[in-house]
């Protein structure tokens, strides 16, 4: 019968198609020609119904068991063929475990970077927020808010560098203290780390440094909470030995304004050769004082009813004092071999 025989053909060469195939695409291209919707199988399996009776049975048996002798074929074909792709991948994607890593350098914290981390990680801890301004100032807020005015003899000692437009590149990080006073109502409690700059350059003074003001303002406050603040901060940085003693001494923004000593961390005061203070047993350390209640009434807050207190303390000093570094150029070179050694 001329149908069977045309259904054999097309078995065979299915059969063989299967079996050469050699992915799982070609597998797939195979399937739709000879099982497909209108693969000539498939027309033949359709065409059944116009067949004598006799016909009829003899065709669609064999119709059927060539499509399920294909489709076994296609099973077993696309089994093999999809471990072997699989090895196949994971030979390629293989990771040799084995190899040595890649080195990767670690980097470290420049020393001011780690003062001043320190010093504004133990005032966050008493609840103070964190404070920024802006490096290129207004006149007004770098000086004449703090008590300096235009034409006071404080301004020449300040060494400024001079912008466009009156502005200037802060001399200290005072002005934060004002702006965040204008910012929020009392009560305050907030450090500000940040870059200085003044026209200076030896040993112990570089054009840029750094600086953390300090401010509290608040009902009845007093230099008493001053001194207990900054004599528990002094421990934190420099060790649980060290006690700290107020000097009087005079800035624009505070009244009375201090200065602050550490006791040498090193030697307490007990060996005349201390490289670290030098004999002298103590430890410049920073300038504060009661906030002037002219620079109170300046920033909107009345003087009758809050009392506040500032400090501002210079991190790179205090890093060279801790390290025992002997120039302060040598922070702002940017040698990695001075600056791997912290
Ligand atoms: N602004 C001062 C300076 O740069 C440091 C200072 C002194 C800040 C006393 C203060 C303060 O807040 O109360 O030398």
Redesign the pocket.
């Known amino acids: 019968m001329a149908v069977n025989g045309r259904i054999e053909e097309l078995k065979n060469a299915a059969l063989s198609a299967v079996r050469g195939a050699e992915s799982t695409a070609a597998l797939e291209d195979a399937r739709v020609r000879y099982l497909g919707r209108s693969a000539e199988l498939t027309e033949i399996k359709k065409s059944i119904g116009t067949l004598s009776p006799d016909e009829r049975k003899e065709v669609g048996r064999s119709a059927n068991l060539a499509s399920r002798e294909i489709e076994g074929a296609l099973e077993a074909k696309t089994a093999q063929l999809s471990a072997g792709e699989r090895e196949e991948r994971l030979r390629a994607e293989a990771v040799d475990v084995t190899l040595p890593g890649v080195p990767h350098p670690r980097g470290n914290l420049h020393p001011s970077q780690r003062i001043i981390d320190e010093v504004v990680d133990f005032f966050v801890g008493l609840g103070y927020g964190v404070a920024e301004g802006p490096e290129a100032e207004t006149d007004y807020y770098n000086f004449t808010a703090?008590g300096i005015p235009p034409g006071h003899p404080a301004r020449t000692m300040?060494d400024t560098f001079f912008l466009d437009d009156g502005l200037v590149l802060r001399?200290?990080?005072?002005p934060v203290?004002v702006r965040t006073m204008l910012s929020q109502p009392p009560p305050v409690y907030v450090v500000c780390p940040g870059r200085?700059y003044r026209r200076d350059s030896d040993p112990t003074h570089t054009p840029m440094f750094h600086?953390i003001?300090?401010?509290a303002v608040d009902r009845g406050l007093t230099l008493g909470h001053l001194k207990g603040t900054l004599a528990a901060m002094a421990r934190h940085v420099f060790g649980d030995d060290v006690t700290v003693r107020l000097r009087p001494?005079y800035?624009q923004?505070?009244e009375p304004?201090?200065?602050l000593d550490v006791s040498c961390f090193r030697c307490g005061g007990s060996d005349p050769n201390c490289k670290v203070c030098k004999g002298a047993g103590w430890l410049e350390m920073?300038?504060?004082?009661?906030?002037d209640p002219g620079v109170l009434e300046e920033a909107g807050v009345d003087p009758e009813e809050y009392t506040g207190?500032?400090?501002?303390?210079?991190p790179d000093r205090m890093a060279m004092a801790k390290y025992g570094i002997p120039d302060l150029r040598l922070f702002f070179e940017g040698d990695l071999r001075f600056l791997r050694q912290f």
Do not use: D, P, Y
Request: hydrophobic content about 40%; aromatic content about 12%; charged content about 5%.
């Open positions: 703090l300040q001399t200290h990080t005072s203290q200085t600086q003001e300090g401010l001494s800035f923004f505070t304004s201090v200065e920073l300038g504060a004082g009661m906030v207190f500032a400090f501002g303390m210079g």
